[in-house]
């Protein structure tokens, strides 16, 4: 997931992964807590935070989730969204 990213239908938006730093269309994703998982073969990583008074607005102004499928498609996702993101050709 390092690396950067374009959207899948949109070169113009962008995803970075810098270590634990996480930009995503222009903004930068203030999370307290990952958990990464693999479940049938899908790599998924879900941010949260710890104040529970924010809960809300953080899963709708933020993306809450990336995952890599088996198929090697990259998503990233939240409670209104997901958008598909590519490596950018060169």
Known sequence: ????????????????????AI??????????????VEVDGALNVSLGVDDESRIDDFQREN???????PEDRFVVYN???GLEFVRPIP
């Not at 993306?63 to 499928?69: E, N, R, W, Y």
Request: aromatic share 6%; hydrophobic share 40%.
């Open 63 to 69: 993306i809450t989730g990336l995952v890599i499928t």
């Open 79 to 81: 409670v209104r969204f």
């Open 23 to 36: 930009t995503c269309l222009g903004s930068t994703v203030n999370y307290d807590h990952k958990v990464i």
């Open 1 to 20: 997931m390092q690396g950067r990213w374009v959207g899948a239908d949109d070169p113009l938006s962008e995803l970075v992964v810098s270590g634990g």
